[in-house]
């Protein structure tokens, strides 16, 4: 497609259940890139895929959450155990190559854990 | 730690109003700068970036952004806003060259007709 695609826009979920979100970058981008976007609050780095590995996950904010790029298109983020605190929206981003020289942004998934 | 800061979390104009927003990073090396762009309703677009030269840089729209390293600030101007400007604003960070960014909590701008 054109764009970033997040599906699904949105995602209500009970507290302890699992949930995973999916991103389809633009094709042919290598770059692939997790945010969380909290209330009032600017995105915050999660995790970065080049081509099919993950080059850095250090944003990761506990082992509840993961991601894979199988493929090396397709990411999804996977969330056990959802908390409150989870909630948010999550965004995903692609580039041409790495060092995120202007990414192209989807529209996010607004996460909710009632 | 890095961390990039924008102290005008929300800021209310007329149209033709002149509009600057601020953002300040914290880091000594390495910086490449960028504003993005959030209108109601849409994803974060790119308006410009600064990697290296002309510390004035030009994006869409208008917008421009100067680069003072010894200020460590990268202010957002556009001389003349429109009603369709409003929208929230992120400036962000890429240091040592990593492949993340770091976003300030944003600033978010009305105008008025």
């Known amino acids: 497609g054109a764009g970033v695609s997040q599906t699904p826009s949105n995602k209500v979920t009970e507290k302890g259940k699992y949930v995973e979100l999916r991103c389809d970058p633009i094709?042919?981008?290598?770059?692939l890139y997790w945010y969380r976007q909290s209330l009032g609050q600017g995105p915050e780095f999660l995790i970065y895929?080049?081509?099919?590995?993950?080059?850095?996950d250090s944003g990761l904010p506990n082992d509840r959450f993961f991601a894979v790029r199988p493929e090396g298109s397709v990411s999804t983020l996977k969330i056990q155990r959802t908390e409150r605190g989870d909630s948010a929206v999550y965004l995903c981003?692609?580039?041409?190559?790495?060092?995120?020289?202007?990414?192209?942004f989807g529209s996010g998934t607004r996460l909710t854990v009632v | 730690a890095q961390s990039v800061s924008q102290h005008n979390h929300h800021v209310i104009l007329s149209e033709a109003a002149s509009l600057e927003l601020g953002c300040n990073y914290s880091?000594?090396?390495?910086?490449?700068l960028f504003w993005y762009v959030q209108y109601p309703g849409q994803h974060l677009q790119l308006l410009l970036k600064?990697?290296?030269?002309?510390?004035l840089v030009k994006g869409i729209k208008g917008f421009e952004a100067e680069f003072i390293k010894s200020k460590f600030s990268f202010n957002l101007r556009k001389p003349s806003v429109q009603w369709s400007d409003t929208a929230e604003y992120f400036c962000?960070?890429?240091?040592?060259?990593?492949?993340?960014?770091?976003f300030g909590t944003g600033t978010r701008l009305q105008v008025f007709p």
């Open positions: 981003a692609s580039s041409l190559g790495a060092y995120g020289e202007g990414y192209t």
């Open positions: 094709s042919g981008h290598t770059a």
């Open positions: 895929f080049q081509g099919t590995g993950a080059a850095d």
């Open positions: 880091y000594g090396g390495t910086v490449n």
């Open positions: 600064y990697f290296s030269g002309d510390p």
């Open positions: 962000a960070a890429r240091v040592d060259n990593t492949d993340k960014l770091i």
